[in-house]
């Protein structure tokens, strides 16, 4: 744990004082939470035959950068 605190102290020092370590730790948690959810709705589109990004069904679904 003293790793974590210390890797968001010096994140904090390079912000220019924008984030307290603590702010930063917040952050991080909602980014993991944010990239969870995500990944679960992608997991239930694709349960349900769609493509989450371009909305087609994936048989229909071009793949790569479909969403253009």
Known sequence: M?????HHKVLSETSGGKYTPQ???ELEQGFRTDAL???QEEQEANDNGYCIHCGEELENCTGYKCWI
Request: aromatic fraction near 0%; hydrophobic fraction near 45%.
């Open 2 to 6: 003293a790793g974590i605190m210390e």
């Open 23 to 25: 702010e930063i730790l």
């Open 37 to 39: 959810q995500q990944e």
